[in-house]
């Protein structure tokens, strides 16, 4: 069964903000992951959080981290069209279990 | 630097035929995967190898064979293929072996087995 679960699609528009959701079962994990699948190529981590830290910001990207709900979030400002790709968040623990993935569609 | 490369591509096999996915490393890595990814599921680790010599089954190992060649290299083996194991299948790898160690991707191979 799946321990990290993400919604499967989000559409926004060029420019808004855009935020991509994640819940997992898993408490004893270090970091958080969340990896970029851009169409036809492998994954890439795109950022991190480590379990003791609530925010982190990375220019447009900020990664909010709620240990109590198991719930992590991708905030990517100003989204681009380059932005469109599936969104993965990670858990390292179990052998670095990954959600199903969002599809970010990004509309001009 | 090239990283993690996979061959072939593209495959695809007739239902009973078998067939060996190939991955290498340039990064001197200890430890490598392999997933499979399908529609809607994510990507299931299939088998991994903490280390040079050494392997372990993941969540779906059934249907596959692996061998860990040497530090470098890391195959995948599909003894008589069947319709569900048509999916991209990657191959990672990782500097340690760790609970935490962040994961760099090959480009993939899109099996269809018909």
């Known amino acids: 069964g799946e321990d990290v679960e993400q919604s499967l699609f989000l559409s926004v528009r060029e420019g808004d903000s855009s935020v991509i959701n994640c819940t997992y079962t898993?408490?004893?994990?270090?970091?958080l992951y969340w990896y970029k699948q851009e169409p036809g190529a492998g994954l890439q981590l795109l950022t991190y959080?480590?379990?003791?830290?609530d925010m982190k910001q990375d220019q447009r990207l900020t990664v909010l981290l709620n240990k109590k709900d198991k719930h992590l979030s991708l905030r990517i400002a100003d989204t681009q069209t380059g932005d469109s790709a599936i969104y993965f968040c990670?858990?390292?623990?179990?052998?670095?279990?990954f959600g199903a993935g969002t599809r970010l569609t990004v509309k001009p | 630097n090239a990283g993690v490369t996979q061959t072939p591509k593209f495959q695809v096999l007739k239902t009973g035929q078998s067939m060996t996915l190939q991955c290498a490393q340039d990064?001197?890595?200890?430890?490598m995967y392999w997933y499979r990814q399908d529609p809607g599921m994510g990507l299931r680790l299939i088998y991994y190898?903490?280390?040079?010599?050494?392997?372990d089954k993941g969540e779906v190992p059934n249907g596959y064979n692996v061998s860990r060649l040497n530090k470098r290299e890391f195959s995948l083996r599909l003894e008589s293929a069947a319709p569900s194991q048509t999916s991209v299948y990657f191959c990672?790898?990782?500097?340690?072996?760790?609970?935490?160690?962040?994961?760099?991707f090959g480009s993939g191979t899109q099996l269809s087995v018909l």
């Open positions: 990670a858990d390292p623990t179990l052998n670095m279990r």
């Open positions: 990064m001197n890595h200890n430890s």
């Open positions: 898993d408490s004893s994990s270090t970091y």
């Open positions: 990672a790898s990782s500097g340690g072996w760790t609970a935490n160690e962040k994961l760099f």
């Open positions: 190898s903490a280390s040079e010599g050494t392997t």
């Open positions: 959080i480590f379990s003791n830290m």
